[in-house]
């Protein structure tokens, strides 16, 4: 449980980075307005912050309790705080209501989803596959 109490310490950095890149939505232009940007932003950067450390304790065996714990703080603060699934639901269900053009909703899901995916196969999967 030592990396609890780093992911408190490095919580509040996932928070400042998620409310800074909340500036962002609704401020591209053109059809692309309705995107909530610095959401996507976030939540995508939580994810590659997440493969990242997940392949940092792959790549680095022999590590200790105490590097371990860092890792897992940073992943559980810093990635915790600045994903978070319900804000994503509600711009999702805001998207889907939004009269007349109902589709963006399910467009912002297959964007966050698949970019998300694509990410994690790209940082997570290509070391591991090469670990051999």
């Avoid at 022999?62 to 509600?90: E, P």
């Amino acid at each position: 449980a030592q990396w609890f109490w780093w992911a408190i310490l490095f919580g509040p950095v996932g928070c400042y980075i998620r409310y800074y890149l909340s500036r962002y939505n609704s401020r591209l232009h053109g059809g692309w307005k309705w995107f909530p940007v610095g959401t996507f932003t976030a939540n995508v950067t939580a994810c590659v912050l997440d493969y990242v450390m997940m392949v940092l304790t792959i790549r680095l065996p022999g590590m200790g309790d105490l590097q371990l714990a860092v890792l897992n703080g940073v992943t559980g603060g810093v990635g915790g705080c600045l994903s978070t699934v319900s804000t994503w639901v509600v711009e999702v269900q805001r998207l889907l209501l939004s009269y007349p053009n109902t589709s963006h909703g399910y467009e912002y899901i297959f964007i966050s989803i698949v970019t998300s995916v694509v990410l994690g196969l790209m940082i997570y999967g290509i070391p591991v596959w090469t670990l051999g």
